[in-house]
C-alpha cells in the first residue's frame, strides 16, 4: 500500500511536470502575442497621429492655397483695372522716386460748433483744380522768361508734374477724403479720371470686402477748344481743359434732362487805350441736377473756372462771366432745390495784398529788344583764346555743336529776364541782353560767334546784333497805350524800315557812328523832330527832341497792352453781397495809381496822348465798377453763402501757392437750403506739412498733384 501511495504520488508529480511542460509554449505564444500587439498598437497609434497631422497639413496647405488663388485673381482684378487706364494710372506704391515719398497732405476733417453727425441726411462735396497737363510746367518753353512753374525742370521735382503719377495722387485726394460729389476744372484728361474714379472705389470696395460690377462714380464735362500755345508740348498733349462734375451714384441719382454746359459769351470791353475788344475767353460752365437717394431732395451743381489774368482787364471778365451765370442759376432755381456752387473763380476774397499775391503795378518799361530776337542759324564759334573753329547750328532754342557734319553735343537756351544762358561742359554761359555782340560769357571760358559764312574764317569776330530786321513785322504800344505798327523788313532795303502811328507815317534808318554801331533815328514822313535809340541799354527806350510842342523826352515800348494789376474783391462781394457799395475812394485811388505810372517824365509822340489816356483809364475802370439793377437783383435772390466762411470765420489764407506766390481763388458757395457743417482742414494747421510747402514755395513742389489746394464741405439738408 505504502508502494501503491509513492507510485500515486510520483504519477501525480509526473503529471504537474508534463502540464508544465505543456503550458511553458503556451505561455510564451501568448507573451509573444501580447507584445506583438502592444508593438501593433504602438505602431498603429503612431501611424495615426502621423497620419492625422499630415491630413491636418494637408488641410492647411489647401486653405493656404486656395487663400492664394483669391488673392491672385484679386490682384489680376486689381491689374485688370489699372491697366484698363492705358497705362495712365501709376500705383505709386510700386514706382517710389529715390528720396521721395508720394504722399497726401496730413488734413482731417473738422466741425462746425454745435454739430453732430447725421449720415443719412449728408454727402460731401470737394473743388479741385487738378491743374491741366499741358500747364504743369514740363512743357514750358524754356525762352519764355516769364516762367509758368520755375521748379519745374529741377531734376528732383521732374518726377512730380508727369501725368501718370499725378493721376493716381488726384484720384487719392478725392477717394481718401470720401468726397461723394467732386468739381474739378483744368481737366484735360476726363476719361481717364472718370476710369481712375471707378478703378480706385472698386479696389477700396474689395478691400472693404464689398463687390460691385457697376460703375460707382458718373462725370459730365465740357470745354472749349483752347490754343495752349506750348511750344513744346507734345502732339498728344494739345487736349481741351475743361470742367468737370463727378458725383458717387450710389448717393444720388442724376436728373438727365438737365444737364446745362455752354460757353460764357463773347464780351467788348473798353480797354486803356481807348479802343474797343470783342473777347472770347474760352471759359465755360457746367450744372448738372442730381437727387439724394435717401432725402429724395434735389440739388443743382454747378462748377466753373472764370478768366485767369490777375488785372483790370481780366476782372472785367470775370464780372461778365459772373453776372451771365448768375442770370443762368436764377433760371434753373425752382421751389426749394438747392444750388451749390464750386469753383475756381480766379478772385480775391479781400483786397489782396498785391505783393503776396505776386502782383504789383510797376512804372512802365521798355520791352528787351533781344526778347524775342532770332538767334537762330548756322554760326561759326570759337573759345576765346583757342583755335578751333566749331560749325554750331541753332534751332528750336537748342544750341548744337557740329562736327562733319555730326552732332557733338547740346545744349538749351534759356531765356530769362535780362539775360539768355546754357550750361556747357558743365559751365553756365550768359549771353546779356545789354551785350552788343553774340559772346557768350562764362566764369572760365568765352565762345564768340559770328554767322555761318564761306570760305570757313581763319578767326571768328562775334557777331553785332543788327537791330531793324529785329523789329520788322511787329506792333509795339507806349505807355499811354499808342499804336506803332512796324512794316515787315526788307532785305532788299537794308537800311531803313516803315512805321505808322495813326494816320501818321515815319521812317527808322540806321544811324551812324562808333559809339553805337546799332543805333536807329525815327523820323516823321512830314513835320520835325526825330527819336533816337541807342544800344547802350538794350531796350525799346526812345529819346525824342524837337517834335512841335512837345519838350524832350523818353519813351518807351512794350508789344503787351499796357494792362493793370488788380486786387480788389469786385466779383466776390458780388457773389456774396451784391448790395454792397464800392468806396469810392478804391475808384479814385486806381484811377490815380494807373495815371502816375506815367509821372517819370514818360511821353508820346502821339499828340494829346496823356489827356486821351487819363479819359480812356477814367471811363475803363467806370465800366469796370459799374453793376445795373437788374444783375444785382440776381445775385440778391440767390443769396449764395460760403461754406468755408460760415465754418472757419474767414476764407481760407490761399488755396493757390506755387512759385512763392500764393492767394485764394477756390470757393464753394451754396443757398440756403443746405447747411454746411464740417469742412476739410488746411494743411498749414499741420506744422510739418506746412514747414514742407514753404520750403518748396508750394502745392505741387511739396509733392502735392495740383498747385491748387482742394476745399471739401459736408452739407445738410435744411
Given at each position: ?40 498598437m504602438v505602431v498603429f497609434v503612431i501611424y495615426q497621429n502621423k497620419h492625422a497631422a499630415a491630413q491636418a497639413d494637408l488641410e492647411l496647405k489647401k486653405k493656404l492655397l486656395a487663400a492664394a488663388e483669391a488673392e491672385i485673381e484679386a490682384g489680376k482684378k486689381r491689374l485688370g483695372g489699372m491697366t484698363s487706364l492705358a ?527 487819363y479819359t480812356n483809364v477814367t471811363s475803363a475802370v467806370d465800366k469796370i465798377f459799374s453793376m445795373d439793377q437788374e444783375d444785382q437783383d440776381y445775385s440778391k435772390t440767390m443769396e449764395l453763402l460760403s461754406s468755408q466762411k460760415q465754418l472757419y470765420t474767414n476764407e481760407p489764407e490761399q488755396t493757390f501757392w506755387k512759385n ?59
Open positions: 500500500m505504502v508502494r501503491n501511495s509513492t507510485q500515486d504520488v510520483e504519477s501525480g508529480a509526473s503529471s504537474t511536470r508534463n502540464k508544465r511542460k505543456t503550458s511553458l509554449p503556451l505561455i510564451i505564444a501568448l507573451a509573444v502575442a501580447l507584445v506583438a500587439a502592444i508593438v501593433f497705362e495712365e494710372l501709376l500705383d505709386t506704391k510700386t514706382t517710389p522716386v529715390p528720396g521721395m515719398e508720394p504722399v497726401l497732405m496730413k488734413r482731417t476733417e473738422v466741425w462746425g460748433k454745435d454739430f453732430e453727425p447725421d449720415k443719412e441726411n449728408e454727402f460731401n462735396i470737394m473743388q479741385l483744380n487738378m491743374l491741366a497737363d499741358k500747364y504743369c510746367g514740363l512743357f514750358d518753353d524754356p525762352m519764355n522768361p516769364e516762367i509758368e512753374n520755375k521748379y519745374a525742370m529741377l531734376p528732383q521735382n521732374q518726377h512730380i508734374l508727369y501725368w501718370r503719377y499725378r493721376i493716381s495722387l488726384i484720384v487719392a485726394e478725392i477717394i481718401a477724403n470720401k468726397a461723394d460729389i467732386v468739381t474739378i476744372q483744368g481737366n484735360d484728361h476726363p476719361e481717364a479720371i472718370e476710369k481712375a474714379l471707378n478703378v480706385r472705389a472698386k479696389v477700396k470696395e474689395e478691400d472693404d470686402s464689398k463687390q460691385t460690377q457697376d460703375d460707382i462714380w458718373k462725370c459730365e464735362y465740357f470745354a472749349r477748344t483752347k490754343s495752349p500755345n506750348k511750344k513744346y508740348l507734345p502732339s498728344d498733349k494739345h487736349k481741351e481743359d475743361g470742367s468737370t462734375i463727378c458725383w458717387n451714384v450710389t448717393i444720388f441719382i442724376q436728373d438727365k434732362e438737365f444737364t446745362k454746359r455752354a460757353a460764357y459769351e463773347n464780351q467788348e470791353l473798353t480797354n486803356l487805350d481807348g479802343s474797343t475788344s470783342k473777347i472770347d475767353s474760352g471759359d465755360v460752365y457746367v450744372a448738372v441736377k442730381l437727387t439724394h437717394k435717401e432725402k429724395k431732395k434735389n440739388l443743382i451743381v454747378v462748377t466753373t473756372q472764370l478768366a485767369s489774368e490777375k488785372t483790370l482787364e481780366g476782372e472785367a471778365i470775370r464780372m461778365h462771366q459772373m453776372k451771365e451765370l448768375m442770370k443762368k442759376m436764377k433760371e434753373w432755381k425752382k421751389d426749394d432745390t438747392a444750388i451749390i456752387v464750386a469753383a475756381d473763380l480766379n478772385a480775391f476774397p479781400i483786397v489782396e495784398d498785391p505783393q503776396k499775391a505776386g502782383v504789383r503795378n510797376t512804372a512802365p518799361e521798355g520791352d528787351y529788344i533781344l526778347e524775342n530776337a532770332n538767334l537762330e542759324g548756322k554760326f561759326y564759334c570759337q573759345v576765346e583764346g583757342e583755335s578751333d573753329i566749331t560749325a554750331v547750328e541753332v534751332k528750336d532754342n537748342l544750341f548744337t555743336l557740329m562736327k562733319d557734319n555730326k552732332v557733338v553735343r547740346s545744349n538749351y537756351i534759356k531765356n530769362e529776364q535780362d539775360r539768355f544762358t546754357m550750361v556747357f561742359d558743365k559751365e553756365k554761359l550768359i549771353l546779356k541782353k545789354n551785350s552788343k555782340m553774340y559772346k557768350w560769357i562764362g566764369p572760365k571760358k568765352t565762345i564768340v560767334c559770328q554767322k555761318f559764312v564761306e570760305p570757313k574764317p581763319a578767326k571768328v569776330a562775334a557777331l553785332t546784333f543788327d537791330l531793324l530786321p529785329n523789329l520788322g513785322g511787329k506792333t509795339f504800344h507806349d505807355s499811354f497805350g499808342q499804336k506803332y505798327v512796324i512794316d515787315k523788313y526788307d532785305e532788299s532795303k537794308p537800311g531803313s524800315i516803315d512805321m505808322k502811328i495813326g494816320e501818321n507815317k515815319w521812317t527808322i534808318t540806321k544811324g551812324s557812328g562808333s559809339r553805337f554801331p546799332n543805333k536807329l533815328i525815327a523820323k516823321p514822313d512830314e513835320g520835325s523832330g526825330q527819336c533816337t535809340l541807342t544800344s547802350s541799354d538794350q531796350k525799346y527806350e526812345w529819346y525824342c527832341t524837337d517834335l512841335p510842342r512837345k519838350n524832350n523826352f523818353k519813351m518807351v515800348w512794350s508789344q503787351k497792352r499796357n494792362d493793370y494789376n488788380f486786387n480788389y474783391p469786385l466779383v466776390y462781394d458780388y457773389i456774396t453781397a451784391p448790395g454792397k457799395a464800392i468806396d469810392p475812394k478804391v475808384i479814385t485811388d486806381l484811377k490815380a495809381d494807373i495815371i502816375a505810372l506815367n509821372d517819370n517824365g514818360l511821353g508820346s509822340v502821339v499828340e494829346h496822348a496823356s489827356t486821351n489816356h512763392d506766390i500764393r492767394y485764394t481763388k477756390n470757393y464753394i458757395f451754396a443757398t440756403n437750403e443746405l447747411t454746411p457743417v464740417s469742412y476739410l482742414s488746411y494743411p498749414w494747421s499741420d506744422k510739418k506739412t506746412n514747414d514742407k510747402i514753404e520750403r518748396v514755395g508750394g502745392f505741387l513742389d511739396s509733392n502735392y498733384p495740383s498747385d491748387n489746394m482742394s476745399l471739401m464741405t459736408k452739407y445738410r439738408f435744411t
